[in-house]
């Protein structure tokens, strides 16, 4: 079977300033403050590995995690193995993971702007919504964690967060639109820095947002060992943190929102 290769965003001087300008400029600011630290795991595209294997982990902690599916993945394989299906999304919500949107097509958002990447939004959330329960589809995040501003700004009334792969911790205010997050995979200094990252978390009582694709033992590079994920997963309950989907989290953290840098 034939499969794509990676996608790489454009390393261009003003695709590298639109990127880092939707990192500091036209935010929406939210307050975080949990009375404990609070860690939430996303999968994003989601890989049938991650369905099975990764939910399978947090569960067994007692915990639920984050699904940032693209329905246009359905049916086909990646570099990243065996993507999720419709089925497989129906298994997600009966066991209480939440469904986030991640786009039908997974385009570079930032580069097409906001009309076309609206319109495959709403697709992806036209052939997902019939699978939640009547839940909403709440909380996006960039393919390739490409942000623009006028992106920012036309998913301000859509979602109630966009994440980013800024490498930060979440404690007093935050971009809801371009939210920080720590990509994890096997690499031993992604790992230690996951590690660490955690535990400053766990120190600062602040929340952390780690993302990862597939959950298997030959591990892509942007994906996790099993054994590394259920690593990090004890680190969080044995550090008293709360593992929590992004909604659950926000309401942990009694969020409040008003608009930053406009
Ligand atoms: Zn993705």
Redesign the pocket.
Known sequence: MMIERPYQVSMRLEARIRRKAAQFFGGERAIWMGDRPCVTFGF??APMSAVETGAAILERAGARGMF?L?AGFWGKTTHFGEMAGRAAVERLVVAGHEIGC?SAA?WDCAAIGPEPTLADLDDNRRRLGPLLSGARLQHF?Y??GSASLPLKRALSARFVTARGVRRDLIRGGFDRLNMPALLVNSAPDCMAKAKRALQSAIARRAWVIFFTHDVREQASPWGVKPGDLADLVAQATDGGARIATMSEALALGQTASARLND
Do not use: L
């Open positions: 994003d595209d940032y693209c991640h997974h995040a393919p390739f």
